[in-house]
């Protein structure tokens, strides 16, 4: 016989509830349920299989062991669909997801990150010359506004004023409207006229499909000889049959690449913000090391890349406060995982929130403290922003990346003070969650851009 299933503990309240106060309020949701069940725990949402969540290292290793035949990802992203297409690698499990990883992981080898960072850099510079002196603003819509246009330079491969103009005003407003937290719920997604919140996304997306569609095809028939883009090189990619990727994997791939590249790293480095004001004494150690580095010639993405504090500082950020708290999977057989005997069809997520904050592997847990990872490499069962296993995200040293060189230029020519009138608080924004009121601060002083430096 086999065994029975054993669901560990979880709340007794209404589906619904847990519902609800996952949308406002998760962090609290995860740590109530943790003090109270432990390190493994279940969770019931409206209209969902039970979720079972672990932050133990030794369970997030069982999960992120699977090679991806009894635990699939695809299924659990599901959800995201409608928003990335039936072709992102996000939806895909087996053969199929893994022929669209090796499409996908050339463009973004840590080394192909040097040809991107100067980009990065011009547009950090662009943004910091548009804040207003003295005057207090939600440091993190400039952030959404300057990871879009990374993402539209160095993925999309956009160029000219009027077109990347364009490019940009209708994916602001498409990735705006989908930001609404409660349009995740299948039962939201409903088409009910030009003025209902999912009719607005639809429509925008249509005009968005059109756009990026032609833009897949003239870059088709002009050729990418001498491009650098992401969208360049994959349309060179071939597979081991030697198929190229379609223009409907194209388009898929490039919009989950613009909604996991956007949203998150603006939000990421909203919260590095946070920390470093909270933190002068952090942000002036930052600024002596580039002043240090800068002693053997100008601070190019190159140099900015390795400096040790700034990646600690980049780490950190990531580990306190996730962007996303937690990754899943679904079970495709009854199977036993951290002590329990899950049934066949069972979400099993890792808790990033849960298993970053564990006393045992961070001192001191709740303070931002960059040198815990100076010198070390913490485990990738213990520190994991951007997932694990096989389903690790693609993106990761692309967005490390981009988060060094924006901080790097902002602590540079900026003198930023900390304007929120009350505490900072967690924001859900769809999948994110973000600092209230979109982390207001004061611009106190600024300096010009670097002899030699362009708009661009």
């Not at 303070?367 to 922003?385: A, I, M, V």
């Not at 990346?401 to 930023?416: D, F, H, Q």
């Not at 979109?438 to 030699?452: H, I, K, N, Q, S």
Request: aromatic residues 8%.
């Amino acid at each position: 016989m086999p065994p029975k299933p054993t669901l560990p503990p979880g709340p007794h309240v209404p589906p619904i509830v847990t519902t609800w106060q996952w949308l406002r309020r998760p962090f609290e949701l995860l740590e109530a349920c943790e003090a109270r069940y432990g390190d493994a725990f279940t969770l019931r949402f409206a209209g969902l299989p039970p979720l079972v969540m672990y932050s133990r290292p030794e369970d997030v290793k069982e999960i992120f062991s699977d090679d991806g035949s009894l635990l699939h990802a695809g299924e659990f992203n599901l959800q995201l669909k409608a928003f990335l297409g039936e072709s992102s690698v996000l939806m895909l499990d087996g053969k199929e997801h893994m022929r669209q990883r090796r499409l996908l992981l050339p463009p973004f080898h840590g080394e192909r990150m040097q040809a991107y960072g100067q980009a990065m850099l011009d547009v950090a510079d662009d943004t910091i010359d548009r804040w207003p002196l003295g005057t207090p603003f939600p440091i993190h819509s400039p952030m959404q506004a300057l990871t879009l246009q990374i993402i539209l330079r160095t993925v999309f491969g956009v160029d000219g004023v009027a077109r990347l103009a364009r490019f940009d005003r209708l994916m602001t407003e498409l990735l705006d409207i989908a930001a609404w937290a409660p349009l995740l719920v299948p039962f939201m997604q409903k088409d009910l006229g030009p003025w209902s919140p999912w009719g607005k996304y639809v429509r925008k997306r249509d005009e968005s499909d059109e756009m990026v569609y032609a833009e897949i095809r003239e870059r088709r028939a002009q050729g990418s000889r001498g491009r650098t883009d992401i969208l360049s090189m994959l349309l060179e990619a071939r597979d081991e049959d030697g198929r190229a990727m379609s223009d409907e994997e194209l388009h898929d791939e490039l919009g989950t690449l613009l909604v996991a590249g956007h949203e998150t790293t603006a939000t990421a480095l909203a919260w590095t913000f946070r920390w470093l004001l909270e933190k002068p004494d952090i942000a002036a150690r930052l600024r002596a090391e580039m002043a240090v580095a800068e002693k053997d010639g100008p601070l190019t993405p190159e140099r900015i890349a390795k400096l040790e504090l700034l990646d600690a500082v980049v780490r950190e950020a990531l580990r306190l406060q996730p962007v996303i708290p937690l990754v899943g999977r679904v079970l495709q057989r009854p199977a036993r995982v951290g002590g329990y005997d899950l049934p066949a069809g069972t979400s099993v997520l890792c808790s990033i929130y849960l298993a970053q904050r564990r006393p045992d592997a961070y001192p001191r847990p709740r303070e931002f403290f960059p040198d815990r990872f100076l010198g070390k490499k913490l485990s990738p069962n213990e520190f994991f922003p951007f997932g694990g296993g096989v389903r690790r995200c693609i993106g990761m040293a692309f967005a490390l990346y981009e988060m060094k060189m924006v901080v790097a230029r902002v602590l540079s020519r900026a003198t930023l003070s900390l304007a929120n009138e009350a505490p900072v608080r967690v924001v859900r924004r769809s999948i994110t969650l973000t600092p209230s009121e979109g982390l207001r601060v004061r611009l106190d002083a600024r300096l010009p851009r670097a002899a030699g430096a362009k708009a661009a």
